[in-house]
């Protein structure tokens, strides 16, 4: 089991760096952006350290 980072709340479990029972993410950092040229709400943004699970 990877270990949570507390400062990184995550509830998407299809990524392979989620923790599984816990809903944080297991890396140090993760990189956030926009697959819009002009981000107006929450749908608009993404994590850009995700990678699906195998
Ligand atoms: S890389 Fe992004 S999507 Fe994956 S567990 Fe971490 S925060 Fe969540």
């Given at each position: 089991m990877?270990?949570?980072n507390r400062s990184i709340q995550c509830s998407v479990s299809q990524c392979e760096y989620h923790c599984g029972d816990c809903d944080y993410c297991s890396l140090d950092t993760v990189r956030i952006g926009t697959h819009e040229s002009d981000p107006?709400?929450?749908k608009c943004v993404d994590c850009m350290s995700f990678?699906?699970?195998r």
């Open positions: 990877d270990d949570p107006t709400n929450v990678v699906a699970k």
